[in-house]
């Protein structure tokens, strides 16, 4: 039997926690055929992004063009896409891409915005065209333009914003929250779902949401349902870093991507 395909859309992370370099093991260790289209280069450590090189428009289309001519992928998963053009050509071939899973990466570790107000206006059109939508807390805030979403009540409040967006279904991670659990928030275009786990480590982990997308995309293209999908997505990331720890470098922690046992 022919494995299920499935394609990433994002820029290359050389500390191996996050964009590209999280999503390739993540779509091998849940056997689904990896196909990857790359948007820009990074200097980065895990102490931080020290420089962004993006790849022209022109070079992005040329690659996804080249692997459309060849591939159906069941699903893909789209990350730091980083110029407006790009995330407008990806809407226009959105229906050659499968369940389409838009981890929308917007802002830094801090919060802060890494790009221009033309890529995050550009991404609520492909927010429309998403299976499912995964921004943190403060991507939410600036897709949905909402006030601070700093709890589960603010965005339970702020769920018809979410669901305006077009998405399937929205889940807000938590990741970047504090306590002793990890609280998602998904959010259907009829319900609002917590969704908790415990947290590992004091400090937010580098790659747990290009890991948790990348998950999702993969087990979509298996053909499992939505609901399913996200829950094993999350159990997914889970299992990586209980059984394989997150203090591999001096900086902050990041996802190792190293496959469990079975």
Same mark, same amino acid.
């Given at each position: 039997?022919?494995?299920?395909?499935?394609? *990433?859309?994002?820029?290359? @992370?050389? !500390?191996?926690?996050?964009?590209?370099?999280?999503?390739?093991?993540?779509?091998?260790?849940?056997?689904?055929?990896?196909?990857?289209?790359?948007?820009?280069?990074?200097?980065?450590?895990?102490?931080?992004?020290?420089?962004?090189?993006?790849? *022209?428009?022109?070079? &992005?289309?040329?690659?996804?063009?080249?692997?459309?001519? @060849?591939?159906?992928?069941?699903?893909?998963?789209?990350?730091?896409?980083?110029?407006?053009?790009?995330?407008?050509? &990806?809407?226009?071939?959105?229906?050659?891409?499968?369940?389409?899973?838009? @981890?929308?990466?917007?802002?830094?570790?801090?919060?802060?915005?890494?790009? @221009?107000?033309?890529?995050?206006?550009?991404?609520?059109?492909?927010?429309?065209?998403?299976?499912?939508?995964?921004?943190?807390?403060?991507?939410?805030?600036?897709?949905?333009? !909402?006030?601070?979403?700093?709890?589960?009540?603010?965005?339970?409040?702020?769920?018809?914003?979410?669901?305006?967006?077009?998405?399937?279904?929205?889940?807000?991670? $938590?990741?970047?929250?504090?306590?002793?659990?990890? &609280?998602?928030?998904?959010?259907?275009?009829? !319900?609002?779902?917590?969704?908790?786990?415990?947290?590992?480590?004091?400090?937010?982990?580098?790659?747990? $949401?290009?890991?948790?997308?990348?998950?999702?995309?993969?087990?979509?293209? *298996?053909?499992?349902?939505?609901?399913?999908?996200?829950?094993?997505?999350?159990?997914?990331?889970?299992?990586?870093?209980?059984?394989?720890?997150?203090?591999?470098?001096?900086?902050?922690? $990041?996802?190792?991507?190293?496959?469990?046992?079975?």
């Amino acid at each position: 039997m022919e494995p299920p395909v499935a394609l *990433t859309i994002a820029g290359s @992370d050389p !500390s191996g926690s996050s964009g590209l370099q999280a999503d390739l093991p993540t779509f091998a260790a849940l056997g689904v055929h990896a196909l990857s289209v790359t948007t820009l280069l990074t200097a980065q450590n895990a102490h931080g992004i020290s420089g962004f090189y993006p790849m *022209t428009l022109e070079q &992005v289309i040329a690659q996804l063009e080249s692997l459309l001519e @060849d591939f159906e992928p069941q699903a893909t998963k789209t990350g730091l896409l980083f110029d407006h053009l790009v995330v407008e050509a &990806v809407v226009e071939r959105a229906n050659c891409l499968g369940n389409l899973v838009v @981890d929308p990466v917007l802002v830094n570790s801090a919060g802060a915005q890494i790009v @221009d107000d033309a890529v995050v206006e550009a991404y609520k059109g492909l927010a429309s065209k998403a299976t499912v939508l995964t921004p943190n807390r403060w991507e939410a805030e600036l897709l949905s333009g !909402s006030a601070a979403l700093p709890t589960t009540e603010a965005i339970d409040a702020a769920a018809e914003a979410l669901r305006n967006l077009g998405a399937e279904v929205v889940v807000v991670t $938590g990741g970047r929250g504090e306590g002793a659990e990890v &609280v998602d928030v998904v959010v259907t275009q009829t !319900s609002v779902v917590t969704m908790a786990s415990a947290r590992i480590g004091t400090e937010a982990i580098r790659g747990t $949401g290009c890991t948790l997308s990348a998950a999702i995309a993969a087990i979509l293209a *298996t053909g499992v349902s939505v609901e399913d999908a996200i829950a094993q997505g999350r159990g997914f990331v889970g299992q990586q870093l209980a059984l394989n720890g997150v203090a591999i470098a001096g900086g902050r922690p $990041g996802v190792p991507h190293i496959v469990a046992p079975k």
